[in-house]
């Protein structure tokens, strides 16, 4: 139901965010322009636009919707994405339907369909669970323990392309060989025939069962990589086509949009009967297979446009929404994008991403995961560890970053989720391989408190990691460091070659993982040695 004008005593009357957080009062335009209040930031929309955020002090326009009839959709957003915004001073913008929006000087301005500008009380955490529980409440289920109990490997980068049964089983087997811990395997990219066709490749995978119960002898559980998509020519096609289960665009005819991987039908989200059709095979897979689940991937708005043909009228959000809909019914899950699927016990995984320094790699990781907690995504992972994104992985051939590496598994390591894909020990040394493993020990020594984080998250919405400014005043600009729940600060190092990196400490006294003891407010430069996350724990009223 869309957002309506609703009186204080009404809100009250039905709403917990009104009774344990704020009053939830505001109106509903399709225009609407706020007058910044001072040192008021903003959260929200895109998680593609992570760096970017808190939005308000420079201009900044983002439409959320990122198509127009006949485009391409090269504008739309590439991860998740949520008609959200929500201030470090209270205030809150929600519509069931994408907006565009727009800061300039000390003005904001919103254009969509029943916007509703709320205000939930003074803070951003107030704004944030005011819109949680209004807009997007908990769903009381997190995605499997499994994904967060221990590292999650990807066959992707060792494999991409050309996975087969025995490349799976030696991959599992070097993970173990190694001492690494077993976790869950998500198998990628062209284990099945053609796109669509959701069986296994026998050619490939001659006895895929036989694989999937050795695997979990060996303490794997199983996923399998599936799209939207269908090939076109296939059997899967024909059959969907002659059903009238795919998407059509403007003229009436079956829909064929290139994607990363070539050119390819859609399947029709809106209808029941392509999600029957759907859900049949992956059931098969799991029931006749005994693989556990499913990476979710494609589905991005981009893939859609306004004037295509479906059961169902629908906007190019509405059909990644259904795709990420689908999942909720797989525990183990995984998906890149999703729209307006805050709170629901989905993992979320940030955009593919290159083995790079700076901006366009290893320091988009926090911003962006900031922003999926600020858009209702609570379990989330940081892309594979060393770089998922395949053509600059091909780029850097053997030649492997390995400081780089060992800085991404310590992001990784105290996130929900953390992803392998590159195998450590093909392309570490001795050292740097320690220090992966010291990585996965400071995982392993907070591992209660991140389950505990996570099962809060499914409970009352409440991010696993956290901006500075959610926990603590004066931290508005400060986005390479979190809080990991209230008492936790976590300030990994993403700087190339650094031995020091400076870190923000609001009021309180705080331990450093090293055992030393600060005072705060203060911003403090700690040594940062190559297998060092430094972390710092409150310990009381200063």
Not at 405 to 433: G, I, K
Request: net charge negative.
């Amino acid at each position: 139901m869309s957002p309506r004008l609703e009186s204080a005593q009404s809100v009250a009357a039905h709403s917990v965010a009104a009774q344990s957080v704020g009053t939830l009062v505001g109106q509903s335009a399709d225009e609407v322009e706020l007058t910044l209040e001072a040192g008021e930031r903003w959260w929200g929309g895109a998680v593609s636009d992570g760096l970017l955020m808190p939005f308000g002090d420079r201009p900044f326009a983002r439409d959320l919707g990122g198509t127009v009839s006949g485009a391409d959709g090269a504008a739309a957003p590439s991860n998740q994405s949520s008609p959200l915004l929500v201030s470090t001073r209270g205030r809150v913008v929600w519509s069931d339907r994408p907006f565009a929006f727009s800061f300039e000087e000390d003005t904001l301005r919103i254009s969509g369909r029943q916007v509703l500008v709320c205000r939930g009380g003074s803070t951003l955490r107030e704004a944030y669970l005011t819109a949680s529980r209004r807009f997007f409440p908990p769903s009381g289920r997190a995605p499997a323990r499994e994904l967060f109990e221990a590292p999650q490997y990807n066959t992707w980068i060792e494999s991409p392309y050309t996975p087969t049964q025995q490349s799976v089983l030696e991959f599992a087997a070097g993970i173990l060989e190694a001492g690494m811990p077993p976790g869950v395997l998500m198998i990628d990219d062209c284990w099945s025939p053609d796109y669509g066709s959701w069986w296994f490749d026998r050619g490939r995978f001659p006895d895929p069962a036989a694989m999937t119960r050795q695997l979990h002898a060996w303490g794997f559980t199983v996923m399998l990589w599936v799209v939207p998509f269908v090939s076109p020519d296939s059997a899967a096609f024909r059959e969907l086509e002659g059903r009238g289960l795919l998407v059509r665009d403007r003229s009436g005819d079956t829909a064929v949009r290139r994607w990363w991987n070539g050119l390819s039908a859609l399947l029709d989200l809106t209808n029941p009967d392509a999600i029957a059709w759907l859900t049949r095979h992956l059931d098969a897979l799991r029931d006749e297979m005994g693989v556990d689940g499913f990476k979710f991937d494609g589905g991005d708005v981009r893939d859609y446009r306004d004037d295509d043909l479906t059961f169902r009228p629908a906007e190019p959000v509405d059909l990644c929404e259904a795709w990420s809909r689908v999942g909720l019914e797989y525990p183990f899950n995984e998906y890149r994008a999703s729209w307006r699927m805050g709170g629901r016990p989905l993992g979320q995984r940030l955009q593919d991403k290159g083995p790079l320094w700076g901006p366009a790699g290893i320091r988009s990781l926090l911003p962006e995961m900031l922003a999926q907690s600020m858009t209702g995504y609570p379990f989330i992972c940081p892309d594979m560890i060393g770089g998922g994104e395949i053509t600059a992985m091909n780029a850097q051939g053997d030649s492997t970053d390995q400081e780089f590496f060992v800085r991404y598994a310590q992001v990784a390591a105290l996130s929900p989720m953390m992803q392998f894909s590159v195998a450590p020990s093909r392309v570490l040394d001795e050292v740097h391989l320690a220090a992966v493993r010291e990585a996965l020990a400071v995982r392993a020594a907070l591992l209660p408190r991140l389950l505990e984080l996570v099962d809060e998250a499914a409970r009352t919405g409440e991010p696993v990691l956290r901006p500075m400014a959610y926990h603590a005043s004066g931290a508005d600009e400060v986005t390479d460091q979190f809080f990991l729940g209230p008492d936790l600060i976590v300030a990994p190092v993403t700087e190339q070659g650094a031995t020091t990196r400076s870190v923000v400490l609001p009021a309180g006294r705080w331990r450093a993982d090293d055992g030393a003891v600060f005072d705060g407010p203060a911003r403090i430069d700690v040594p940062c040695a190559l297998a060092r996350i430094p972390r710092f724990e409150r310990l009381g009223d200063a």
